[in-house]
């Protein structure tokens, strides 16, 4: 999971402030009706998706962006170096080494495909960084720009250079993929809808109760219904982003279901239920690996890699 912290979450709270400011200013007003109330709250969802998009390089599908990279990018890199400066940073050993080895050549493939692929310049901005941290935690994590840390915890699991890039391969995906930026519109509009509920049940002259069931079933089923699903979608985005970057980086692509069995077999089977998780289930994530093991072969293929490590 990326390391996002509280200047990071702060942005996204003066953000949302300022998409629903007027929302919330123009509901004092009793000179207005409650159609154009309703009416301002749509305009301004309307207004936040239409014109705050950007475009994912890897499915050509438009995607949310109502916090940019612009702004992004600096926080991370801010965010990344306090990260650094909070921690125990494992240098000069085989490991470390290792994950700066397998960081590197992830990022030359990357690059390499985006510029096969019309997307030249896509990663200017990027600061690559490779880093092991000393932790038992059982994760690995990518910033947007490319800042990523290994946990020393991750390193059993992995077992070799290859399971390692499996992990990075996919954590990397979901920055190039701007899987965090997305999270982050989607959470915003999420909570104009929970404005927009309110205004509902109360120009409806919904009592107060039954007001509170109203906003707690928004509430409940935003989460259930769309924001996990969201995040399920990214993941399972990322597993197969990561696939073929990690194959055109010169790795064998069959290693990342071997990489979730063991995954599965260290979580003990504690997982909750794939529909109350934002990642897909075990099970799951080891059939979709592995019907896309032989794609990503193939696409490692356009690039001259015929054999794997």
Same mark, same amino acid.
């Given at each position: 999971?990326?390391?996002?912290?509280?200047?990071?979450?702060?942005?996204?709270?003066?953000?949302?402030?300022?998409?629903?400011?007027?929302?919330?200013?123009?509901?004092?007003?009793?000179?207005?009706?409650?159609?154009?109330?309703? @009416?301002?709250?749509?305009? +301004? &969802?309307?207004?936040? *998706?239409?014109? !705050?998009?950007? $475009?994912?390089?890897? %499915?050509?599908?438009?995607?949310?962006?109502?916090?940019?990279?612009?702004?992004?990018?600096?926080?991370?890199?801010?965010?990344?170096?306090?990260?650094?400066?909070?921690? @125990?940073?494992?240098?000069? +050993? &085989?490991?470390?080494? *290792?994950?700066? !080895?397998?960081? $590197?050549?992830?990022? %030359?493939?990357?690059?390499?495909?985006?510029?096969?692929?019309?997307?030249?310049?896509?990663?200017?901005?990027?600061?690559?960084?490779?880093?092991?941290?000393?932790?038992?935690?059982?994760?690995?994590?990518?910033?947007?720009?490319?800042?990523?840390?290994?946990?020393?915890?991750?390193?059993?699991?992995?077992?070799?250079?290859?399971?390692?890039?499996?992990?990075?391969?996919?954590?990397?995906?979901?920055?190039?993929?701007?899987?965090?930026?997305?999270?982050?519109?989607?959470?915003?509009?999420?909570?104009?809808?929970?404005?927009?509920?309110?205004?509902?049940?109360?120009?409806?002259?919904?009592?107060?109760?039954?007001?509170?069931?109203?906003?707690?079933?928004?509430?409940?089923?935003?989460?259930?219904?769309?924001?996990?699903?969201?995040?399920?979608?990214?993941?399972?985005?990322?597993?197969?982003?990561?696939?073929?970057?990690?194959?055109?980086?010169?790795?064998?692509?069959?290693?990342?279901?071997?990489?979730?069995?063991?995954?599965?077999?260290?979580?003990?089977?504690?997982?909750?239920?794939?529909?109350?998780?934002?990642?897909?289930?075990?099970?799951?994530?080891?059939?979709?690996?592995?019907?896309?093991?032989?794609?990503?072969?193939?696409?490692?293929?356009?690039?001259?890699?015929?054999?794997?490590?």
């Amino acid at each position: 999971m990326p390391y996002f912290t509280i200047s990071i979450v702060k942005a996204m709270i003066n953000f949302l402030k300022l998409s629903i400011a007027f929302v919330i200013l123009t509901l004092v007003n009793n000179t207005l009706t409650v159609m154009k109330r309703e @009416n301002i709250i749509l305009y +301004t &969802a309307t207004f936040l *998706m239409l014109f !705050s998009c950007a $475009q994912n390089p890897f %499915t050509g599908k438009k995607t949310l962006a109502l916090v940019p990279n612009s702004q992004i990018l600096p926080m991370a890199f801010q965010e990344y170096d306090a990260f650094l400066s909070d921690n @125990n940073v494992v240098t000069g +050993t &085989a490991e470390a080494n *290792m994950v700066k !080895s397998v960081g $590197q050549k992830i990022a %030359t493939a990357s690059e390499r495909w985006l510029n096969a692929n019309g997307y030249q310049g896509y990663l200017e901005n990027y600061r690559w960084e490779y880093n092991l941290v000393k932790d038992d935690q059982v994760n690995a994590w990518c910033m947007p720009g490319g800042k990523i840390v290994v946990y020393t915890g991750i390193l059993p699991i992995t077992q070799s250079e290859t399971g390692l890039a499996v992990v990075m391969g996919h954590e990397v995906a979901h920055a190039l993929a701007n899987h965090g930026q997305q999270r982050m519109s989607a959470s915003q509009l999420q909570q104009v809808g929970a404005v927009a509920t309110a205004v509902g049940t109360q120009a409806a002259g919904v009592d107060e109760e039954t007001a509170g069931y109203f906003n707690m079933a928004y509430g409940v089923g935003s989460q259930v219904g769309v924001m996990l699903p969201f995040s399920r979608s990214h993941e399972t985005e990322a597993d197969k982003i990561g696939l073929n970057i990690m194959a055109i980086a010169g790795y064998n692509p069959d290693e990342a279901a071997e990489l979730w069995k063991r995954m599965k077999a260290n979580s003990g089977g504690g997982a909750p239920p794939e529909i109350l998780s934002t990642h897909p289930s075990n099970d799951t994530r080891i059939n979709n690996l592995t019907q896309l093991a032989a794609s990503a072969k193939a696409e490692a293929r356009k690039f001259g890699v015929t054999s794997f490590k």
